[in-house]
């Protein structure tokens, strides 16, 4: 456990836009994906693996949203020239064309872009992502989880550059998302917390709450260990 990430300092830091300032936002609806690209047997492995984050957070996972139809959606390509041929898309994204140009000049394999309700919660979120060879390195499941992991929050622009949230379980090869990162979600889903900040005072009720998530979880644990060896 890195109780490092759970500092004031360290959350405050995690929710800081590239221009600075303190930006947190969550879904303040149910979270209905639609992803493009790939074949069914894929799609259902990749929101297999997109719920066990949802779930995380206690939001909720739908098939569809009533207003929207689908307000998570994710598009995969082999080349960003691909997505020339979604219909509407440009609709959804009004500036691809030179959107398509900045992520072909810098070489990126993804992108994802927010909307807002009245509240500041996340109401829709896109994501393009280039499959290159770096992706394809990795399983379906750990794709899953680690773009859901970044979908479920509006973290800062370079929240990750020091630390990924996810791991890889080396006994069975499967993606989680770590500890200290987990009890943050879920802490930022707690009812009590509101669901957009712009006040860096935010950062540590968040950090309090994650932190306090964390502590419980080791408390429940070490007390499974011991009636573990009391039955022994």
């Not at 020239?81 to 030179?98: A, K, R, S």
Request: with cysteine; charged share 25%; aromatic share 8%.
């Amino acid at each position: 456990m890195n109780e490092d990430i759970l500092t004031p300092e360290r959350v405050e830091k995690l929710f800081t836009a590239r221009e600075g300032g303190y930006r947190f936002s969550r879904w303040g609806r149910p979270i209905a994906p639609v992803v493009f690209g790939v074949d069914d047997d894929t799609l259902d492995h990749l929101k297999d693996a997109m719920r066990s984050v949802v779930n995380i957070s206690g939001a909720e996972f739908a098939e569809t949203d009533p207003e929207l139809g689908a307000n998570l959606m994710v598009f995969f390509c082999t080349d960003w020239d691909e997505l020339d041929m979604v219909p509407n898309l440009g609709q959804l994204l009004p500036d691809f064309d030179i959107l398509k140009s900045s992520l072909k000049r810098t070489g990126a394999n993804q992108y994802r872009t927010f909307s807002f309700d009245d509240k500041g919660a996340i109401r829709v979120c896109i994501v393009l992502l280039r499959y290159d060879e770096h992706m394809a390195n990795a399983t379906i499941q750990t794709v899953g989880v680690a773009q859901m992991t970044q979908c479920i929050l509006l973290w800062g622009d370079n929240a990750f550059d020091d630390d990924s949230p996810i791991a890889i379980v080396p006994e069975n090869g499967m993606c989680i998302v770590k500890p200290e990162y987990a009890a943050l979600i879920r802490a930022a889903y707690d009812p009590a917390m509101p669901p957009s900040a712009t006040d860096p005072s935010h950062a540590m009720r968040l950090a309090a709450r994650a932190r306090i998530l964390v502590e419980n979880l080791e408390a429940e644990s070490d007390e499974q260990q011991e009636t573990g060896k009391d039955e022994a």
